[in-house]
């Protein structure tokens, strides 16, 4: 089972902030935090990951709380291009490649 | 490189026929996973190896599943007999493992398996 809640669904205004949450309150002190972003009829897409500080990438930035049970993505001008669902995983990361599991992610929806 | 790549894009088969699906993993790329993912279910893993051994088969769904890869460059998912509930699309993924939880895996365009 997937260790993360999201909500279902947000929009977003074209060319603002996305900001995308996740609870992960059972998350374990060796695991990571990753997302990942499906558009329609693709395959899932790495965005970013991180242990327990904030990161940004060329995608996005990923504020994690210092207590670690919740994070933020944040995309920060959305275009039409960034509608997709938004998968926020937990995962051990120091044992090898585990497998991602899936919750139900949440849809962002940019709207013109 | 080109990604990782499956082939067909798109089978439509009959009930009780054998159905293969390919991978091609990225290059140098040591885990293979196949996930399956359905409107009821989402996205869940069917099988993973690591370079080349079969490491959790433990969510495919019955015998009628089966996958292997005879080699870094090329893995198989077949089910035989196929069934309507098997529609879905079938996703393959690679990655390298770099240590320290900072693997990143890489999707294909999924193959759509429509059961009549």
């Known amino acids: 089972d997937a260790k993360t809640t999201q909500p279902p669904s947000m929009d977003c205004a074209e060319g603002r902030a996305a900001n995308l949450p996740c609870n992960h309150s059972?998350?374990?002190?060796?695991?990571?935090v990753y997302w990942y972003r499906q558009i329609h009829s693709q395959g899932p897409q790495y965005i970013i990951h991180g242990l327990k500080n904030n990161e940004t990438n060329e995608m996005a930035s990923l504020i994690i709380t210092e207590d670690r049970k919740s994070s933020t993505l944040i995309l920060p001008h959305a275009t039409l291009r960034d509608t997709a669902v938004y998968y926020c995983?937990?995962?051990?990361?120091?044992?090898?490649?585990?497998?991602?599991?899936f919750g139900k992610g949440t849809r962002l929806s940019v709207i013109a | 490189d080109a990604g990782v790549i499956q082939s067909p894009r798109h089978e439509v088969t009959e009930m009780g026929q054998e159905v293969t699906l390919r991978c091609k993993p990225i290059s140098g790329h040591d885990y293979l996973f196949w996930y399956r993912q359905t409107m009821m279910r989402g996205l869940e893993l069917l099988i993973y190896f690591n370079n080349n051994v079969p490491i959790d088969d433990s969510g495919m769904p019955e015998d009628r599943f089966s996958a292997k890869m005879p080699n870094a460059s090329f893995s198989t998912l077949k089910i035989q007999p196929s069934e309507p509930r098997d529609s879905a699309v079938y996703f393959c993924?690679?990655?390298?493992?770099?240590?320290?939880?900072?693997?990143?895996?890489?999707f294909g365009p999924g193959t759509r398996l429509t059961v009549l």
């Open positions: 059972t998350i374990s002190g060796n695991e990571y």
């Open positions: 995983i937990v995962r051990v990361g120091n044992s090898g490649n585990t497998p991602l599991v």
């Open positions: 993924a690679s990655s390298l493992f770099s240590g320290g939880g900072t693997d990143t895996q890489y």
